[in-house]
């Protein structure tokens, strides 16, 4: 037993240590530099195309008689249910207090230039996707680096990789997050959360892209919602803190922040890692995972999805990990020493001062907000990251492969409620990163192929 349990701790070190490498600065300024040089070569399409995308996404919706699976909405409705999760609470969080507020300011600079890389990839997504002899729409990474690049090898590399990462942060991962909020909130088991969630889960994506897209379609909105509606109450609370809170997330990417209450300093470095470090993790960009969604879109021109996709970066980023980062610096929450979501459980609780019943039992309303946008975000990203799974698995194993899918990944969030998942979490941190670098060659060496299409389409129109 003891010597199971020292390879177990053996492993969990070398994954660790291996996440580490991976994500140190060499893969971040990859993934940032990437951004950078399509805004670039692609004219700043993230301003330019703003406006028009967020009309496409809100306004359109759908394209009708466009090949696909589903709308342009539940597209970018699939991806958001994949990207804005935890790490738009607890990542937040975890960046400023690690680096102090102008951590921030760092994550909305990721989240500008990964507006442009999201572009990117969806482009290339659906100009090189393919119908599946089932009639469905398939493409990602995978298709763009085997058909766009001509390396099907590094293909099958990010569809491996992508297919073990469902398991983790998409899954075990996620239901393990929710039954730690249920039992600390509501005193609910693990194991019947667990439960609980696998049976919705499976309800969902047994049904497939078509029932996943259905959901998200509806329930992303709803959550994204009512979180931002909780944050906006809070900043309104706290409205005349709002000037003072925003000078310091400015001064303090730029300056060190001296050590403060519970705070224990950071330095300008330290700001700048973990802004874009948690960046990165809240919006994906670059990571090759959401253009497998976009690829699923009924439409029938690459840029106009790829312009809905873009606003899913705007969306996570710019706007929910904003109103995260000021709900936690407005309240003066930052200088408690807490970290990830028990910090912005701590600034919600704080900066909403009232108070709720619910079946007898006094919650704080801020706190329930906090708790019910984990279980929400936390569920929406499970589906959201099937689907990635399902398709990557299917680019490697074929079809037949799908359905035994499905059945194990609904298993392994019950599962996933009652597991102790460091070695999970370490895993799945290398995978993502493994996830990135064959994405973000596809990305460069088919930038040439971005830049044609966007240039015909703002030329048509």
């Known amino acids: 037993m003891e010597t199971g349990q020292g390879l177990l701790s053996s492993l969990e070190s070398a994954l660790s240590g291996l996440s580490g490498w991976i994500w140190g600065a060499p893969m971040l300024i990859l993934l940032v530099g990437t951004g950078i ?101 398939a493409g990602g990474p995978m298709y763009y680096l085997r058909d766009g690049v001509g390396w099907p090898w590094l293909g099958f590399l990010f569809a491996l990789f992508a297919a073990l990462a469902a398991f983790g942060i998409g899954n075990m991962v996620q239901s393990n997050s929710v039954a730690d909020a249920m039992a600390t909130t509501f005193a609910v088991p693990p194991l019947v959360t667990g439960i609980v969630m696998a049976a919705f889960t499976g309800l969902v994506v047994l049904f497939g892209i078509k029932g996943i897209g259905r959901v998200t379609g509806v329930l992303v909105p709803l959550m994204i919602v009512m979180y931002m509606l909780g944050a906006i109450v809070l900043l309104v609370l706290h409205w005349s803190e709002i000037p003072a809170a925003l000078w310091l997330v400015f001064k303090y990417a730029f300056t060190p922040t001296a050590a403060v209450g519970g705070f224990a300093g950071a330095m300008v470095k330290q700001a700048l890692r973990f802004g874009v470090a948690r960046g990165v993790f809240s919006n994906e960009s670059g990571l090759g995972s959401s253009p497998i969604a976009a690829a699923a879109a ?87 990251w099937c689907y990635y799974g399902e398709k990557s698995l299917e680019f490697l194993l074929g079809e037949r492969a799908v359905v035994p899918y499905r059945v194990v990944f609904v298993v392994l969030v019950a599962v996933g409620a009652v597991a102790h998942l460091d070695l999970v979490w370490n895993l799945s941190d290398c995978m993502n990163g493994l996830m990135a670098f064959p994405n973000l060659v596809g990305l460069i060496l088919l930038s040439g192929v971005v830049v044609a299409e966007t240039r015909r389409y703002f030329a048509n129109r």
């Open 298 to 384: 009924q439409t029938s021109d690459p840029v106009s999805q790829a312009l809905v996709s873009m606003t899913q970066t705007f969306i996570d980023t710019i706007v929910v990990c904003s109103l995260t980062g000021l709900a936690i610096v407005v309240t003066g929450s930052w200088q408690s020493g807490e970290s990830g979501s028990p910090l912005t459980l701590q600034a919600f609780t704080q900066g909403i001062p009232w108070t709720v019943q619910v079946a007898g039992q006094t919650y704080s309303l801020g706190g329930l907000v906090v708790t019910l946008g984990l279980l929400l975000f936390a569920y929406s990203t499970i589906l959201g």
């Open 37 to 137: 040089y399509l805004t670039v070569v692609l004219g700043a399409v993230q301003l330019r195309g703003l406006g028009h995308a967020l009309y496409l996404a809100l306004i359109v919706r759908r394209e009708k008689g466009a090949e696909g699976d589903i709308s342009h909405f539940q597209a970018l409705m699939t991806a958001l249910a994949a990207t804005v999760g935890t790490g738009n609470i607890a990542g937040v969080a975890t960046a400023i207090a690690a680096g102090g507020p102008g951590a921030l300011f760092w994550m909305w600079v990721t989240g500008f230039f990964g507006m442009a890389t999201k572009y990117a990839e969806a482009v290339l997504a659906v100009k090189y996707r393919v119908k599946s002899h089932r009639g469905q729409m």
